[in-house]
């Protein structure tokens, strides 16, 4: 059995229909289900055929409605979804065909391909190198999907459509909600599942279509990539950051919204942190493109909307 579970905040419904629809056309002959985790309380949620909606009542992030949704799933395999990813027809099986070789992978990804019909370098992967940055991307260059090493070891796959084996999931603890809202939460998984002797793979005969960062503006994307690497190191590289991640509370149910009192808290420091930080960076960046356009000698006002 497979659950696909989308993460949204609903704020492109022709999108996540596009996404769905992809879904439902998947041809199989396992059993899937379908689960949207609707994250904007604010939205009201369309009606969707044959799609289980859980509504947590806030946003809980990317990691942390995988997650949720996790928790009242009963299968042995979760498809991480997108709200900006359509996937072929074939790419379940393709992707389970993979988790069924002999070196029994807990996480297998997709590829999606560029115009030319290659994989785009430095697109679904990488190894983290012994300091905690990214020492090289996978595939190290763009590369015809058929000359795809599968072998290829790495750290991390890309989370979009990447299927996961529950077993390991729960093993290592799911996804880390502390990397909010999105970006490197991927990262972070796959190195804990490599980390405690799992295998990670990509799936060139599985197929994609990725709006990258469909769902993520521009500036915001630009600073959670710094935030939150930097987040990763602290939590995994202790020793070479002289710092940790924060800790978190106890479990406590919560049974009115389905959300336990520690997620709350913790969706909510990582959401204060992440808003704070984005003010600052945010304020770096007006602060800087002001100064570019002054030493241009240009008169035209600033764009406060950039």
Known sequence: DVVAVIPTLGVNIARLHESVSS??????????????VWNDPRQPVPKFDE????EPGMNLGFPGALNHARRRI??????????????????????????????RPALVAPVYLDPDGLIPGQSRGGIVGPDGKMESRIPAESIAPEYFDRRQRMDWVASSGSLARLSAWDSVGGW????????????DFG???????????????ARIEHDINGSTPSLLAHHLFARN???FRFKNFPAETAGDSLPTDGDRPDANIGVDDAQARQVARAAGLALLDFAAYASAAWQHQE?????MGVNAPVDEGQ
């Open 191 to 205: 190195f804990r599942l490599t980390r405690a002797g799992f295998v990670v793979a990509l799936e060139p005969d």
């Open 74 to 103: 009963d299968a042995e395999f979760l498809w991480v979804m997108q709200d900006d990813v359509r996937v072929a027809p074939d790419c379940l099986d393709n992707l389970l065909r993979r988790m069924s070789a002999p070196d």
């Open 176 to 187: 880390d909600p502390d990397f909010y809202p999105v970006i490197w939460s991927d990262v």
């Open 23 to 36: 879904l439902v056309r998947t041809d199989t002959t396992c059993r899937l289900a379908l689960i949207i």
């Open 291 to 295: 100064r570019k356009i002054r030493s």
């Open 51 to 54: 799609v289980t909606v859980l």
């Open 229 to 231: 690497g930097e987040r």
